[in-house]
């Protein structure tokens, strides 16, 4: 990895300084670039920006034969990609008006595309959730959001539970994205329980700089028994960053969404139970909407990277 050090000369003045041949430039203030598996002052080692949960890591014999097990099926995978690749006409992939669903529960086994987390799992605080399958075929996400902290003179605010899919791969674990370029609406039925909840779409780079993009709106459900059906068009999305909005937004890369999710918080003394039954999350292409973004695209300077 190539990293530019910090110098105590500018670099814009750097010309100047090499054409003088009797200026001696000592080692310590010289700018150069160097290789390094770390530099400190701008790289994160890892994608959850600071948590030491240590996981458990099996044995290389073992990892070799759960890998060969598993190889079957991934050549399996494999196959069915190159079918798609040559079958699929992208003129047939939709139809204006038409939802078509991406995630449901139809069985137990679509509840292993989703993680469950909260507040209590870095012992920060005391929500509790789950994901289950509802008496009515659908997912019920539901818990206990608690605003009470762990005092230990860190954590100063918590309360939250969220659900996410888990990233999206390839044939043999490859990494890939949710490509949704074509439509432009996220289409949910779901029945709450009064709650307002924030919709998420994460956007995840390749660099450290975007481990964190999402992308969020809210969702507000009536409570009852009546099942709601939500039409949001993706140009309401807005962006943002480690939990916060960002000054300079821009429209979401439907071709890069990586997962998809929601959460729910206990601010403003909303502590107590939360109940969200989810019985699709669907897409579809709307061409009577026009809209390419809602929000105001604030010039910031350059040098401001985020807030």
Partial sequence: MFCLKRVSIPLRLLPNYIGDKSLVIPNTTAAFLHTSPVCHTFWEREKKSGYKTALPEPSKKQMIMDGLKELKSEINLWKEEMKEKFESDPLLVFRPGETDIVFNFKDKSSLDKWVVTTDMDHNEGKSTA??????????????????????????????????????????????????????????????????????????????????????????????????????????????????????????????????????????????????????????????????????????????????
Wanted: proline share 3%; net charge positive.
């Fill in 130 to 307: 789950k994901l289950e399958l509802s008496n009515s075929g659908a997912g019920l996400f539901h818990g206990v959001v608690n605003s009470e902290h762990i005092k230990d003179g860190v954590i100063k605010r918590t309360g939250y539970a969220n659900i996410r899919t888990k990233r999206v791969r390839k044939s043999f674990k490859r990494e890939a994205t949710y490509d949704w370029s074509q439509y432009n609406m996220l289409v949910l039925k779901v029945r709450g329980d009064g709650r307002s909840y924030l919709i998420n779409l994460h956007c995840e780079g390749y660099f450290d700089l975007m481990w964190n993009d999402v992308y969020h709106y809210a969702l507000y459900t009536r409570g009852g028994p009546h099942w709601q059906i939500a039409k949001i068009p993706f140009s309401k999305f807005f962006y943002s960053s480690k939990g916060r909005v960002q000054d300079r937004q821009q429209a979401i890369q439907l071709n890069r969404v990586t997962h998809f999710g929601f959460s729910v918080t206990a601010k403003n003394g909303m502590d107590g139970p939360f109940n969200l039954e989810i019985d699709y999350v669907g897409l579809e292409f709307d061409p009577s909407h026009h809209e390419e973004f809602a929000y105001e695209m604030y010039t910031t300077p350059k040098y401001i990277v985020g807030t």
